[in-house]
């Protein structure tokens, strides 16, 4: 069948807009399912562990295979349902849609594996920032306490040792004042009773030997 | 020369006594002069004391010694006497001041002179204060070291 070359542009533009209409409606359905996937990112950054954050990416990926090889497939399936074009038009734009489906699909795992490695960068650099600030904040806190233990005990130690030293004074000054008492008690005792018995019952033959004895003395002591 | 009356002084009152009998003595030599001199002897027998007259009159029977001068010169020896103050738990008798007078002068040196004071709170021994120094050698201070060594 032989065609005009206007009801060829027509028709060439008509596959246009349907491959044009397709495409949109495949990025719109990409886009939602990339928004889908940067949630679940989110979601695993602000909480969720490595290991769901990687299998998020895992499922991502082979959604957007599968999604891809279906729109390849439905594009190929309408291109063989349309026989206008000849078995050469539909091969070159079989392979020029497969080789635009295969350039998208390679910049968006080249975008995925990017993305991947800046989660697992930030992940990483994350969990060792969290770990140090961690280690950071026990041992200021294990700093905090042992200083506030010593702190107590310092003050506890200081507060007994005051304490004793005081009760230690009082007690010195106390038995002191006692032992005062007793000795100016006990010695006014004995003096009173040896004036009272020495002093009147030494016979003067004893006051005499006394009174030479100290002569002796005082001689050996140069006093004379 | 003087042995005769020095030796029997042993206290300070002994002393003062003899200071002013020589004293009265040297009065009577400047008063009466060479004209009197039976007025010497009466102040020996009017106003001193017995062996103090007996003594001096020894004394002055050798014609060589000059009254006026033996006197001066008594005065003066009884000046370098030393007195040193004994205070006593009780009154001393004559007996205990001689001997005590002679041990000093045998044992120490002569020419002591003993004043003596009386303290029964002393109780025995003696204090005695000599150069302006005080030296307890009381039954009450060694009384009371004891009960200061037995912390009674």
Do not use: C
Not at chain 1, 79 to 90: E, G, I, K, R, W
Not at chain 1, 167 to 175: G, N
Not at chain 2, 66 to 86: G, N, R, T
Request: no cysteine.
């Amino acid at each position: 069948m032989a065609l005009t070359g206007t009801t060829l542009l027509l028709l060439l533009a008509l596959l246009l807009l349907f491959l044009l209409t397709a495409a949109l409606l495949f990025l719109i359905h990409t886009y939602n399912r990339f928004a889908e996937q940067l949630e679940d990112m989110e979601e695993v950054l602000n909480g969720k562990s490595f290991g769901k954050a990687g299998k998020v990416l895992e499922e991502a990926r082979d959604e957007s295979l599968t999604i891809i090889e279906k729109s390849e497939k439905k594009a190929e399936a309408i291109l063989q349902n349309t026989n206008m074009f000849s078995a050469d038009v539909q091969e070159e734009m079989s392979k020029k849609l497969k080789e635009t489906g295969q350039k998208q699909m390679d910049e968006y795992l080249k975008a995925l594996a990017t993305l991947r490695q800046d989660l697992v960068d930030i992940f990483q650099k994350t969990a060792k920032e969290l770990e140090v600030e961690a280690q950071h904040d026990v041992e200021g806190f294990r700093q905090a306490i042992v200083q506030n233990v010593v702190q107590s005990q310092e003050k506890l130690a200081t507060q007994l040792q005051q304490e004793t030293e005081k009760t230690s004074a009082a007690l010195e000054k106390h038995r002191a004042e006692v032992q005062a008492k007793m000795d100016a008690s006990v010695k006014d005792i004995v003096k009173q009773v040896v004036q009272d018995v020495v002093g009147k019952s030494l016979t003067s033959k004893e006051q005499e030997l006394l009174i030479f004895k100290s002569l002796e003395e005082a001689k050996q002591q140069h006093v004379l | 020369m003087y042995s005769e009356l020095l030796d029997q002084l042993m206290t300070v009152d002994d002393v003062e006594k003899l200071k002013n009998e020589v004293e009265i003595l040297r009065s009577a030599v400047f008063k009466l002069g060479k004209k009197n001199e039976d007025a010497f002897e009466q102040t020996l027998k009017n106003d001193v004391r017995t062996w103090v007259a007996e003594a001096i009159r020894k004394i002055l029977a050798d014609q060589t010694v000059d009254k006026q001068k033996f006197l001066q010169d008594l005065s003066e020896e009884l000046k370098k006497l030393k007195p040193v103050q004994i205070t006593l738990a009780s009154q001393p008798s004559q007996a205990l001041l001689e001997k005590m007078h002679d041990w000093l002068n045998v044992q120490v040196h002569p020419g002591i002179l003993l004043d003596i004071q009386y303290e029964p709170a002393i109780l025995g021994g003696m204090v005695i204060a000599a150069d302006g120094k005080y030296h307890d050698f009381s039954l009450r201070k060694k009384t009371l070291e004891v009960l200061e060594k037995t912390n009674i």
